[in-house]
């Protein structure tokens, strides 16, 4: 079993940026995982957008060169209308 009791309170450990860990009480907690989740999610939002962006900027590159039209300039692919 594994469940938080209704009015215990809540420890948790949290590692900071110099490696030391501090200890975070909170009355509820409920109130204690949103603000450690919320922690995690905007140290680790960057991290994957930076990720994300490296790795589909080059392909994203490629696709905008392929579309290019090969001719002189033409409208679009394929919508010619010869009449």
Do not use: W
Not at 4 to 19: K, M, P
Not at 21 to 34: D, M, N, S
Not at 55 to 79: D, F, H, N, W, Y
């Amino acid at each position: 079993g594994g469940g938080g009791g209704g009015g215990v309170e809540a420890s948790i450990h949290s590692g900071t940026a110099g490696g030391r860990f501090r200890q975070i009480e909170a009355k509820y907690p409920t109130l204690l995982f949103k603000q450690q989740l919320e922690m995690h999610v905007q140290r680790i939002f960057p991290l994957i957008r930076d990720n994300v962006r490296r790795v589909i900027t080059p392909l994203l590159t490629a696709c905008m060169q392929t579309s290019k039209p090969r001719g002189g300039g033409g409208a679009g692919r394929g919508e010619r209308n010869d009449g």
